[in-house]
């Protein structure tokens, strides 16, 4: 199983970015698919998480209201569409594929991808 994450850059207050998460080897048809993030000097906090089963999206509430996770099973691939973002949104942010079908701790994630940093500031 191998996971990509892709799209972070150096973006304003207030911007948006779209992460992906491109997946091979894991078929999402059940388990699920989250996003993570670790800041500087911080531990790596779950921030959004899509159940292929279910089809539930759960988001962190720093995050909610501005971020959507979605995928895209044509393209074995999962976004993190992020608006509004903040300058506490910096982080190096990292995609996670779960074989658990409603995962609820980081340690059922068995696969992850490198992280994309992401920069907000002006």
């Known amino acids: 199983v191998q996971l990509q994450a892709s799209g972070g850059g150096l973006v304003q207050p207030g911007g948006s970015l779209r992460l992906s998460c491109a997946y091979s080897?894991?078929?999402?048809?059940?388990?699920?698919i989250g996003w993570f993030r670790q800041a500087p000097g911080k531990e790596r906090e779950a921030i959004a998480c899509?159940?292929?089963?279910?089809?539930?999206?759960i988001y962190a509430d720093s995050v909610k209201g501005r971020f959507t996770i979605s995928r895209d099973n044509s393209m074995d691939t999962a976004y993190l569409q992020m608006n509004d973002l903040k300058p506490e949104d910096t982080a190096v942010y990292y995609c996670?594929?779960?074989?658990?079908?409603?995962?609820?701790?980081?340690?059922?994630?068995?696969?992850w991808g490198q992280g994309t940093l992401v920069t907000v500031s002006s």
């Open positions: 996670g594929a779960s074989e658990v079908v409603i995962p609820t701790r980081q340690s059922h994630y068995e696969f």
């Open positions: 080897g894991f078929t999402l048809s059940y388990g699920a």
């Open positions: 899509m159940t292929a089963a279910v089809g539930d999206q």
